[in-house]
């Protein structure tokens, strides 16, 4: 446990992506830390952006003997990513283990052998080092494939509910709702009798949300998509919705039929539309275009970012626990993943395969395993 072998990202200031595969000392953990063998860390589409930023991965390369994959920065972008030029990233936001070293804290010697699910930033790795506090403790018996998407999706679906009701709205409308977090937010949803509004982008999509009882679905390919949203919302009275894409013109749409419901029964000049505040937060980035705003909703509305550990960070320590208990409590049901391949992580740096799995297609999720040759 000397060294560990680990994946880093860089972008160069003259517009090159380098992600390579190192040897690196495994730190001492401090009085409040540990040390967790990585056995499995998905590949989320949150890790995307900071693992490859703007570049053209259709042109990327790869070097076996340096295991390093280099690819161009498409022209224009690097302004977007100043903050990250020249420097060596540590990737993989999530991942889970064994405990197998600990600092002298009571709290951290208590984790020695156990199974833990962790939230780091530097997971695509054979060793982690991460505070007490970033571990969820898991259930004798889970595997750590099992508890490997223990943080992104299942507490973003959690957070989405709380945000809900700490907001005052009653229903809720989700983007790209066929994907592993969206079909944790329905058995949520469905287990707490939420209405939720499922918004998809084919047949396949509605089929996979049918096939776990979702009640609302919209294809946003069909032609009678405004139609089925409208119906929709007016059946939940969702005035919140959460959304994946963020360009294009879908949040507006998903605005619009908000209006459309408060104020199907208003007299007079109704200047200021519905009363009910109608909120969209974008919370991911599938589409990189614009976002459109065709401004048809009156003017109680609002359209603003969110982002899991902002959430997690207004609630109190026992809060963020009970959820983490939640959490564990439920892996293998409400927070099942399942995996379509497993990867070593000298094959997450191959061009062939990053561009599969940057596809972020539905039903296709890639899994980490450090340990595999």
Partial sequence: MKTSKQLF?????????????KEQDVPTPKSHEVIVRIEAAPINPSDMWPMFGPANLEEAEYDPAQKVMTAPIFK?????????????LPIGNEGAGTVVATGDHPAAKALMGKTVGVLSGATYSEYCCVPMQACIVHNEGTTAKEAASSFVNPLTALGMVETMRMEGHTGLVHTAAASALGQMLNKICLAENVPLVNVVRNQQQTDILKEIGAKHICDSSSPSFKADLYKAIAETGATLAFDAIGGGDLVSDILTAMEAVGSKDAVGFNTYGSEANKQVYIYG???????????????????????????LGK???????????????????????????????????????????????????????????
Avoid: C
Wanted: glycine share 8%.
């Fill in 285 to 311: 980035g599938l589409d990189f275009a614009p976002t459109i705003l065709n401004r048809a909703y009156g003017m109680t509305w609002g359209i603003g970012g969110w982002l899991l550990m902002r959430f």
């Fill in 9 to 21: 990202t860089l972008i160069t200031s003259d517009g090159q992506l380098e992600m390579s595969l």
């Fill in 76 to 88: 224009g972008m690097l302004p977007r990513i100043k903050s990250r030029l020249d420097q060596v």
């Fill in 315 to 373: 609630l109190a320590p026992a809060q963020v626990a009970e959820l983490h208990k939640k959490v564990a409590n439920e892996i293998n049901t409400t927070f099942a993943s399942n995996f379509t391949k497993e990867l070593s992580l000298e094959e997450v740096i191959q061009p062939k395969t990053a561009l599969k799995y940057n596809a972020k297609k539905t039903g296709a999720k890639y899994l980490v395993n450090p340990s595999k040759g």
